[in-house]
């Protein structure tokens, strides 16, 4: 197998890094760790009218050039571009730490509905989800349910055209920057606990009875939220697919969620960035400790698997579907790399490396003490490592369930 681009993939390379070159400014790259899709929900809302400006001439930016939603098809305004092409284009927006307009929205929502949305669905929310107008945010998670996410409790309830929601949602990321929500509901509660279960769409989060709270997370950060509903009244046609089978809905989701790339390209940036440290004259003593250097191939050779699942995970969608057991093994072995890799970043540095960003003598600019503080959840949101060892032995490997 020839593992080089081929002339054609070459120059899509090219031509993708040349547009965000020209086109992205600089104020609107991320180069926080983890920052992932973030940035564009922070951005549009921002106080700071020039970033709010980057934001937006970002956002037409690729609108113009066709480029939002480079895995959604063509009928519905995707970029219709291949796996590969799909490949090359997020590997260099994560290269220029370029944010992807559109968010969950874009990512994970669009394509759902390209699959189980009615077409009065696709057509009333694909075009304001591409053009980057609205923002969406993913409420499944409950208290009580999490991983165990079919025991969800929140209650909707028929009256006429619409449904009234009561109950809760927890670790709501970017609730207080978005739009709308998607969410798993139970319609049904006496039947068994996958089947009643629907998936709707709140298309305004100023919805009378619905209030977000913010949760402060160990980085000081404020990325989720908790959400409240108390008899929130929403349409009947807002539900997606048929009433009570919105788990399958809101699985074919989850497929999406765990598909990305930008965490291999970040990590292998990072990694760069630290083994040229340790190569460097001035680190010679660093260079030569064994400990380290030993830790550093451990990593070396992480960082390539990463990256070489991420091309797997890339090669297998078939029919607008993603195959979710690679999935499962591309984001399980990442997120823990990626713990692993901040973690020797973080020790490379002694006592130094505990400064953080904003602190002269952060070694690296601070870059692996916040990314072993902010990549913490990595291995628990988009579904934990132990959910995805179970998916691997399941529908990967064919064992019974535990
Ligand atoms: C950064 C981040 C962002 C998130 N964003 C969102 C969001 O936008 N929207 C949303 O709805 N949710 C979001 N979540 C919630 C996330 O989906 C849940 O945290 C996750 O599913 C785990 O659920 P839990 O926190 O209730 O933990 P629990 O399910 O209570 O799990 C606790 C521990 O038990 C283990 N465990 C549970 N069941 C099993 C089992 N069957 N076998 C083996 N081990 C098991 C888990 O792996 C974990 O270690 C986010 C979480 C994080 C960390």
Known sequence: MDWNDTPAQAAFHAEVARFIGARLSEAHRDGSVGAGMLSWYRHRRAPDATLRAAA???AAALVERGWVAPHWPREYGGAGLSTWEQFIFNEEMARAHAPMVGGSGVVMLGPTLIVHGSEEQKQRYL????????????????????????????????????????????????????????????????APKHRGISFV???????????????????????????????????????????NRGWYVGMTLLDFERSGISDAVGQRRSFGELAAVACSDACSVLGRNPHLRERLADRAIAIEVAYNFSLRVASVPTAGMVSNHEVSVAKM?????????HRVGVRTFGLFGQLWPGDVEAP???????????????????????????????????LPRG
Request: charged share 20%; no cysteine; net charge negative.
């Open 56 to 58: 937006e001439d970002w």
């Open 364 to 398: 690296l600019r601070g870059a692996h003490i916040e990314g072993y503080i902010r990549l913490i959840p990595s291995t628990i949101g988009g579904g934990s490592s132990e959910i995805q060892r179970n998916i691997i032995t399941t529908r990967g490997l064919g």
């Open 333 to 341: 072995f990442s997120s823990e790399h990626g713990q692993e890799l």
């Open 201 to 243: 769409l709140v298309e305004d989060i100023e919805t009378p009875g619905l209030m977000v709270h913010p949760l402060i997370d160990a980085a000081w950060g404020h990325e989720m939220n908790e959400t409240f509903f108390e008899d929130v009244r929403i349409s009947a046609a807002n539900i997606v697919g048929k009433v």
């Open 127 to 190: 075009p304001q989800t591409l053009s980057g107008a609205t923002a969406w945010a993913q409420d499944y998670s409950e208290r009580g349910a999490g991983s165990g996410l079919a025991s969800l409790q929140m209650r909707a309830v028929r009256g006429g055209d619409e449904y009234v929601f009561n109950g809760q949602k927890i670790w709501t990321s970017s609730a207080h920057f978005a739009d709308a929500l998607f969410v798993l509901v139970r319609t049904d509660p006496n």
